[in-house]
């Protein structure tokens, strides 16, 4: 089966400097990265941490548009995050976000991230017609 690599124009090419692709689309499945939230400042009155949250839904919505997709077609996440006590907030965003038909999920508290200053990574598996 062929492997068809999605990079968004609007998202900086990792493999030039990262050696690994935004998604990776074999078949059906699109399989996308861990995105942080870290390239943007939070809005006034928002946290760190909900901020990250949605920067980083929004770029794996980008990487998803870009294959022909939205985060409804995400089946399964898992989800890092640096502090397991932001766990009942990302759950309480992630419902926000997604609305229903929610994916299969982990998540795990991990010491630290490759970014320092991320609170939280999330690598997705979508299913796309």
């Known amino acids: ?9 609007s998202l900086p090419d990792p493999g030039a400097t990262r050696a690994y692709s ?6 059906n499945l699109l399989f996308l990265a861990g ?3 870290t390239d ?7 946290s760190r941490f909900e901020h ?5 839904f929004a770029r794996l919505q980008v990487i998803l548009e870009a294959a022909g997709g939205t985060l409804a077609d995400i089946v399964t996440m898992t989800v890092f995050i640096t ?4 766990g009942d907030e990302f759950v309480r965003l992630r419902g926000e976000i997604l609305r ?5 999920s982990a ?4 010491s630290h991230l490759a970014s320092p200053e991320a609170l939280l990574e999330i690598q997705a598996i979508a299913a796309l017609d």
């Open 52 to 56: 990250q949250t949605r920067r980083a």
């Open 83 to 86: 502090d397991i006590r932001f």
């Open 22 to 27: 935004h998604g990776v689309r074999a078949g």
């Open 40 to 46: 943007t400042q939070p809005q006034p009155g928002q």
């Open 1 to 9: 089966m062929a492997k068809h690599i999605v990079q968004p124009q």
């Open 107 to 110: 998540l795990i508290g991990v």
């Open 35 to 37: 995105q942080t939230g």
């Open 100 to 104: 229903r038909d929610f994916p299969a």
